[in-house]
């Protein structure tokens, strides 16, 4: 599979019949235009200005700094824990720490979650129930 596959993408233009009820189209159209969210012009600025807070966030630091690709990175993977565990396959922050394309130490990226944790008042479900 490549690397913009999707096991849950299926191509319906390559049906031509339905051969005994075993192939519907599904209206997948329809579907998402239903659900698709209206955000009012006030929501998008909040978003907009949340997203710019995060970002500011995530590339603070002295950019001339050798190690600062490293530590935009433990904060990226660290937010991303945060927000997104199961991206991660719910791994503990110990065991993403170790992997090849990653390697820190596990304290890094835990004192990086815990920094964005409590700048942006959002807990993980890995962390402790106190932050």
């Not at 698709?36 to 500011?56: F, H």
Request: hydrophobic share 30%; with cysteine; glycine share 8%.
């Amino acid at each position: 599979m490549g690397k913009n596959s999707s096991l849950y993408h299926f191509d319906e233009s390559k049906v031509n019949t339905l051969e005994d009820a075993q192939c519907h189209k599904f209206p997948y159209d329809e579907i998402d235009e239903e659900h698709i969210t209206k955000y009012e012009p006030e929501e998008i600025q909040r978003m907009g200005e949340a997203l710019r807070e995060v970002l500011t966030w995530l590339t603070m630091g002295d950019k001339n700094s050798e190690g600062y690709g490293k530590t935009v990175m433990r904060k990226a993977i660290a937010m991303c824990w945060v927000l997104r565990p199961e991206l991660f396959n719910g791994e503990p922050l110990s065991e993403i720490a170790k992997k090849k394309g990653i390697n820190v130490f596990k304290q890094s990226l835990s004192k990086q979650a815990i920094n964005f944790s409590q700048k942006f008042g959002i807990k993980g479900r890995g962390q402790r129930k106190k932050l």
